[in-house]
């Protein structure tokens, strides 16, 4: 299993971001997938889930109305499109596939992360 993270950046409060994720060594279309966050000095936060067809998207409550997760499941490829940035946001971001029970910290492996930094 192997995914790799990009898109991270800094950004000015208010601003906006789409990271990606490229999955490889299992079949993506057949997981549930996941992304989630860890900002410094604390543990890691559930950020969203997509089911496998796309169908169906869940996010925690601070993301609501500011994130979108989506995926292409022709590229092997995760994204969360995250617009209204806030400085509480300041994250290394993950992607996994899911845990089983939603919200819940997946299990390892992860990928090795992307930087996200909102400050003015």
């Known amino acids: 299993v192997q995914l790799v993270e990009s898109g991270g950046g800094m950004v000015q409060p208010g601003g906006s971001l789409r990271l990606s994720c490229a999955a490889s060594g299992f079949t993506f279309n057949n997981y549930d997938m996941t992304w989630v966050r860890q900002a410094p000095g604390k543990g890691p936060e559930w950020v969203s889930t997509i089911h496998t067809n796309g169908g169906s998207t869940y996010y925690a409550d601070f993301a609501k109305g500011r994130f979108t997760i989506s995926r292409d499941n022709a590229k092997n490829t995760l994204y969360l499109q995250m617009n209204s940035l806030r400085p509480e946001d300041t994250a290394l971001y993950f992607c996994?596939?899911?845990?089983?029970?939603?919200?819940?910290?997946?299990?390892?492996?992860w990928g090795q992360g992307t930087q996200v930094t909102v400050s003015s």
């Open positions: 996994a596939r899911a845990s089983v029970r939603l919200k819940a910290i997946p299990a390892r492996p």
